[in-house]
């Protein structure tokens, strides 16, 4: 055992303040980390979303992360950034304590336990990054830095062992509880999956049409005040998503669409969205799940649906390069398009995307197979006829320039997948610059949104 003469002798002022400044750079990379968590779960994307192998949100949304923030109400960026406060704070009290003479045995200890919850913190992280099989860019900041504040602690601090250690536990485990205590009200309101923060926004829109109990106003009115009231609750980083959508809608060239082969709503409807989507695309799912929210919320009649296959695999979309072993993609792209004509395809589109994770060749049969035998659909994906269908959706959604999916185009204009963009477009019928959005904060049409 060492002596616990040899923690003041290790934790001198300058390796606190170098721990210190590790956990408050470590505070401000989670922040931003959470930042763009939210920004992904509204619609948009994340500076580190590479796509493929290098792609936070796929991390992020993986069955661990989503666990992580399922059971405990922080997303793993919020507990980055519980370690960091505890990372600044410990070190801060020892600094403290130290200039005023008194003694920091516990605290060294509690520093020290800091940094082996952090490298344990890494390596689950670095797990669930093999199973997702994805790497988180952004998240490799924090491993430096946990890293460099474990290098100090555990390594240049060895020689003081752990002395007090209960106390320094339970200072440890305190701090650590008081900032999850903290931090829980954002972690709540922060979205699970991807569009959750604008689906919810919708959804409190309708709800709040339902219960108004006020004098009834004119059609048009009740719209314009529906669209006001929307844009007034959206937080800060959801109005810029807004903004930002809507400014893509106006910049963008009007194409003619082609011929809808299987339109979910009226024809004479006044907006009519065309969604492009791949099977295994998150992005897609929150679009579908959006789509169900706004049928639910506003009047028959309001907006039609054109589905459009754009898979993700170069075996049978020549515009991408890469493609996974399994055919998923493909096979279940053409399995939407065989179902076309029997008015089944968005029942196979829900039971596909309900089951995103994991989903296989294998599968796409299982699933479509109360919809259609298995020796006719396989018979329909070879044809070369799904084959004809397949290639004009693709050439049809490369008139849009975009880095990704789903592809969202409004009445022949590039929108974006985000719920309240397309409750407010529904809501003033295509009318981009309606008088009740002058609130909103100015559109950047380069903005990576999907």
């Given at each position: 055992m060492h002596s616990v003469d040899e923690a003041p002798r290790v934790a001198t002022p300058r390796s606190l303040g170098?721990?210190?400044a590790l956990g408050a750079l470590s505070a401000l990379w989670a922040v931003v980390l959470w930042e763009e968590l939210v920004l992904v779960r509204s619609g948009g994307s994340s500076f580190c979303g590479f796509g493929g192998k290098f792609d936070c949100d796929a991390v992020w949304s993986g069955a661990l992360a989503s666990t992580v923030h399922k059971l405990t109400g922080l997303p793993i960026a919020g507990w980055g950034l519980v370690w960091s406060a505890v990372a600044f704070f410990l070190p801060l009290v020892a600094l403290v304590r130290s200039a005023e003479g008194k003694r920091i045995d516990p605290l060294v200890s509690a520093v020290r336990l800091t940094g082996v919850a952090g490298i344990l913190a890494v390596a689950v992280m670095l797990a669930g990054s093999v199973i997702a099989g994805a790497v988180c860019?952004?998240?490799?900041?924090?491993?430096?830095?946990?890293?460099?504040?474990?290098?100090?602690?555990?390594?240049?601090?060895?020689?003081?062992?752990?002395?007090?250690?209960?106390?320094?536990?339970?200072?440890?485990a305190g701090a650590a509880l008081v900032f999850f205590l903290l931090l829980l009200y954002p972690g709540l309101r922060t979205p699970k999956t991807s569009g959750e923060a604008g689906r919810r926004a919708v959804a409190e829109a309708a709800r709040s049409e339902t219960a108004d109990a006020g004098p009834r106003t004119s059609a048009d009115a009740r719209r314009d005040e529906k669209v006001?009231?929307?844009v007034g609750s959206l937080e800060p980083a959801l109005r810029q998503t807004l903004a930002d959508s809507l400014a893509i809608y106006r910049a963008s060239t009007t194409q003619q669409p082609p011929a809808p082969r299987a339109l979910v709503g009226s024809d004479l409807a006044p907006v009519r969205i065309t969604e492009f989507t791949d099977i295994l695309c998150e992005h897609c799912a929150g679009l579908?799940?959006?789509?169900?929210?706004?049928?639910?919320?506003l009047p028959p009649g309001s907006f039609s649906v054109d589905s459009r296959q754009f898979p993700l695999d170069s075996r049978c979309n020549p515009i991408v390069t890469g493609s996974r072993e399994d055919d998923v993609r493909c096979v279940a792209a053409k399995a939407r398009i065989c179902l076309e004509p029997s008015g089944n395809e968005p029942k196979l589109a829900e039971a596909l995307f309900a089951r995103q994770k994991g989903l296989t060749?294998?599968?796409?049969?299982?699933?479509?197979?109360?919809?259609?035998?298995?020796?006719?659909?396989?018979?329909?994906?070879?044809?070369?006829?799904?084959?004809?269908?397949?290639?004009?959706?693709?050439?049809?959604?490369?008139?849009?320039?975009?880095?990704?999916?789903?592809?969202?185009?409004?009445?022949?204009?590039?929108?974006t997948s985000f719920g309240p963009f397309l409750y407010t477009i529904i809501q003033t019928r295509g009318d981009a610059d309606h008088p009740a959005l002058s609130v909103l904060p100015p559109g950047d049409t380069t903005a990576h949104l999907h």
């Open positions: 170098k721990l210190v860019i952004g998240c490799i900041g924090t491993y430096v830095l946990v890293g460099a504040y474990a290098f100090i602690s555990l390594l240049q601090w060895r020689p003081a062992g752990f002395p007090s250690a209960r106390r320094g536990a339970t200072l440890a006001s009231e929307l579908h799940e959006t789509i169900k929210t706004l049928r639910e919320s060749r294998e599968k796409v049969f299982e699933i479509a197979a109360p919809f259609m035998p298995r020796p006719a659909l396989e018979a329909c994906i070879a044809a070369p006829e799904t084959a004809a269908k397949l290639a004009e959706d693709i050439s049809a959604a490369s008139k849009y320039d975009s880095d990704g999916t789903p592809i969202v185009v409004v009445n022949g204009r590039k929108g």
